[in-house]
């Protein structure tokens, strides 16, 4: 007996739509799946106000538009650090840059004395950065201060 099997997938339009705190995501999946899917829903749902906001700021045309800027951006900020030499970056799908340091600690924590955030992931062997992208503004100001940083300014 042959079996297919369904592919669900989830997004979130939490940082690349701003709707972070609305805690909005949406599912494709085949509507034969909902039943097996809803005993794995939370119980408390998103509210009511959230779902008429999502309905009021939410449209395809926007979410292209933002994706296409946001991928722009990444492949812009992804080749400037790759000029950096003691820089590794890594190929990945999110709206962020997994990005290899020798000093993640260090270097986050003099990129926040410039008001700048990134993720460090520090580990025993090796040393991680999660770099989020932003508007081509803060791209570029994230470069200024990081060469800084990396030249010891």
Not at 65 to 90: D, G, H, I, Y
């Amino acid at each position: 007996m042959h079996q297919s099997k369904t592919v669900i997938q989830v997004r979130t339009l939490s940082k690349a739509f701003g709707f972070a705190g609305l805690r909005i995501g949406y599912g494709v999946f085949p509507k034969h799946t909902v039943k097996s899917i809803l005993p794995y829903l939370p119980p408390y749902r998103i509210g009511h106000i959230n779902v008429q906001l999502t309905d009021q700021l939410f449209s395809v045309d926007q979410m292209r538009c933002q994706v296409t800027q946001l991928l722009s951006e990444k492949a812009k900020l992804k080749s400037a650090l790759k000029q950096v030499p003691t820089l590794k970056v890594f190929e990945g799908q999110g709206n962020f840059l997994w990005v290899k340091m020798l000093t993640p600690s260090r270097t986050k924590a003099l990129l926040a004395k410039q008001k700048i955030a990134i993720r460090d992931f520090p580990s025993p062997n090796e040393a991680f950065c999660r770099i989020s992208i932003g508007t081509h503004a803060e791209n570029v100001r994230l470069i200024d201060c990081l060469m800084e940083v990396v030249h010891g300014n």
